[in-house]
Structures are given as structure tokens and as C-alpha cells.
């Protein structure tokens, strides 16, 4: 079975332009959660969705990040605009009920 | 206080050796938990479950303490591959979510 799929696995841009982050979860899972890991801050939860539905973005930095899942089987986190102390690796996991969650392989981003 | 406090670490330790992490948790309601492994520049990915007492799979053995609010997890000789970050994850099922503790990193040397 396919796991959670992220794109792209890096991203390197310059500071003010537009970034977006794409995750597919897995098949029947109902949760989805965005989370951002720096060597200074460890694993930050952003935000994350039940069925669709955005309940707990208070995790999301500042106005320059949003996140959207406009279905069961996609979901993207933007930055607009970036900033250099965005750069960290993003990770998107999913999972069934709110326990076990499974990871994708991340979003490497820089921010230069 | 956080709500989930891991052993700073870093652990450094011979191969063959025994090694523990401690993790305690502030949420009494709390019924599962789980370990997490998270290798460099890689995702966390599952290690345990623990959903009563305790859990044992071959060298590793995690520990539930509910009335001092811990959890340990136990690896008997170490493997150079057991080197990595353990992560403590405590869900929270009123608030459908997991707070991640900050990891503890672990080095077997040969």
C-alpha cells in the first residue's frame, strides 16, 4: 500500500516568493496533520484536519502560512511570502482515528 | 511544564549494551502511547505501542508507569542501526491530536 505521498521532497527559493507544500494521505484515513521540524524547535505541529475540516490551526506561525484539503485525497500547505527562517523540513502524516499516525517522507525546504 | 518530557540525552553506548529512556507525561487521562524512531533526515516512524503495562518486542521492551506518569522504553544489546532519535508521543483524544516529546538521540559505537 502506498504510504502518505509528499511533493516535492526539496524546495529551494528565494525569500518572498510563493511556496507550496503537497500531501496526498493514505486511502481511508480521516486525520491529517502538518508539522514543521528545525535542530532548534524540534517537531511543531501546524495544523491539522478531520475529515476535511481544519480544527486546530493554532500551531500555523503567522498569516503567511495557510493550509487547505479540498478532499479526502489532497491537502497543501502554502507560504506566501517566504522568509528565511521558514526553512526547516515539513512533514504531512496521516492517520485513522487520531492515534497512529504515519508519516511521509518530508519537505526539505530552503529559503534563501 | 510540557506536556511530554523526554531524557535529554545524547545517550552514547558500546554495542551490546542495555540503554533506557524515560518519559513522563502531564495528561493523567492518557491511555496509549507510542515510541517513535526518527533516523537523520528521515520521517518518525513507529517503533511501539503501549497500550496497558508494558510491550515487548525482541530487545526492545516499553513500560507504562500510570501512577507516576512515565513511560520507559528498554533496548537490550544494542545495534549500531539502533542509533537514531526516540520519540515519546502521548495522543490526546479529546483534542484528536499527539503531542510529540522533543526526542532523546541514542549513539551505539562499536
Known sequence: ???????????????????????????????????????????????????????????MPEDRFSAKMPNASFSTLKIQPSEPRDSAVYFCASSLGSYLQHFGDGTRLSIL | RKEVEQDPGPFNVPEGATVAFNCTYSNSASQSFFWYRQDCRKEPKLLMSVYSSGNEDGRFTAQLNRASQYISLLIRDSKLSDSATYLCVVPNTNAGKSTFGDGTTLTVKP
Open chain 1, 1 to 59: 500500500d502506498a504510504g502518505v505521498i509528499q511533493s516535492p521532497r526539496h524546495e529551494v527559493t528565494e525569500m518572498g516568493q510563493e511556496v507550496t507544500l503537497r500531501c496526498k494521505p493514505i486511502s481511508g484515513h480521516d486525520y491529517l496533520f502538518w508539522y514543521r521540524q528545525t535542530m532548534m524547535r524540534g517537531l511543531e505541529l501546524l495544523i491539522y484536519f478531520n475529515n476535511n475540516v481544519p480544527i486546530d490551526d493554532s500551531g
